[in-house]
């Protein structure tokens, strides 16, 4: 009997991402994250390198335990509920849905081992804030890695505001540039 296997994706993705991985970490960077449908070998990779990580969407705590931080995950359970009522109500359901932390949308993954008490504190207490409305990530004046300015003085940028969407851009002191 034999076994076939049938790939429909890209075989080079792989290889990319943990060469992007390498080339950051020798560079200097100590904690990776990454948004790609497979994540198994940026976050595994990383940690073999030393790394530590942050998941995103779902905690990735399963593939690397020791080297996980903490992450931002989607929420499903709030946001699926709430549709079935709209539609069992006859209300049409959006195709774009905005929200984050104090919506109930995002939640954030539980704590790696190597998060210290001290800096669990730390975000406990800025979750608080962002939970309570009372703290704004981005407040300008911001520029980009090129000197313009993106957010200008004295504006503030809530978690879910829309124009955040707009932006393509590195902020200032990264190295780099957008597609």
């Known amino acids: 009997m034999t076994t076939q296997v049938i790939f429909t994706g890209d075989w080079s993705m792989p290889v990319k991402e943990a060469e992007a991985t390498n080339s950051m970490i020798d560079q200097g960077i100590d904690v990776v994250t990454c948004h790609v449908d497979g994540p198994k070998t940026v976050m595994e990779n990383a940690a073999r390198r030393g790394a530590m990580v942050s998941g995103y969407h779902v905690s990735a705590a399963p593939l690397v335990p020791k080297a996980y931080l903490t992450g ?24 774009f849905y905005r929200g984050g932390l104090k919506e109930g949308l995002v939640k954030v993954s539980p704590y790696g081992a190597m998060v210290s008490e001290a800096a669990r504190k730390h975000a406990d207490d800025i979750k608080a804030k962002l939970l309570a409305g009372s703290y704004v990530i981005f407040k300008g004046p911001i520029k980009d890695n090129k000197g313009n300015v993106v957010i200008a003085g004295g504006v503030s940028r809530g978690q879910t505001d829309p124009e955040l969407e707009k932006m393509n851009c590195l902020v200032e002191g990264v190295v780099g540039a957008t597609s």
């Open 72 to 95: 931002a995950e989607w929420n499903w359970e709030a946001l699926y509920p709430k549709f079935v009522k709209m539609f069992t109500a006859g209300e049409s359901i959006p195709n």
